[in-house]
Nanobody
Framework: QVQLVESGGGLVQPGGSLRLSCAAS????????MGWYRQVPGKERELVAL???????GYADSVKGRFTISRDNGKNTVYLQMNSLKPEDTAAYYC??????????????WGQGTLVTVGE
């Protein structure tokens, strides 16, 4: 019915940058909150950044000043610009969105995850 497709992960050296993208598609009426989470093996998934449809933004303390979340409402796409990357940013990154469908249901959708590895 709806899906989120992520792209942009990879291997980067400490201090480097990556940009993640996540596009929502399907039977979409509107998209509310969109966000990025990350997870490392053995730990719970944690919120990285969140942006609502009005543009209000929140960040985890660990990424403030280094990561920037943005969205293109016309494309139902959310981005995460990650700068000054550290080894501790290594994780699988997941996109999340609250989607109102054309059939008037609400879907809490997740992307498939994209791996970010920060190392030499």
């Amino acid at each position: 019915q709806v899906q989120l497709v992520e792209s942009g992960g990879g291997l980067v050296q400490p201090g480097g940058s990556l940009r993640l993208s996540c596009a929502a598609s399907g039977s979409i009426f509107s998209v509310s909150d969109m966000g990025w989470y990350r997870q490392v093996p053995g730990k719970e998934r944690e919120l990285v950044a969140l942006i609502n449809s009005g543009g209000s933004i929140g960040y985890a303390d660990s990424v403030k000043g280094r990561f920037t979340i943005s969205r293109d409402n016309g494309k139902n796409t959310v981005y995460l610009q990650m700068n000054s990357l550290k080894p501790e940013d290594t994780a699988a990154y997941y996109c999340n969105a609250k989607i109102y469908t054309v059939s008037r249901s609400i879907v809490n959708a997740w992307g498939q995850g994209t791996l970010v590895t920060v190392g030499e």
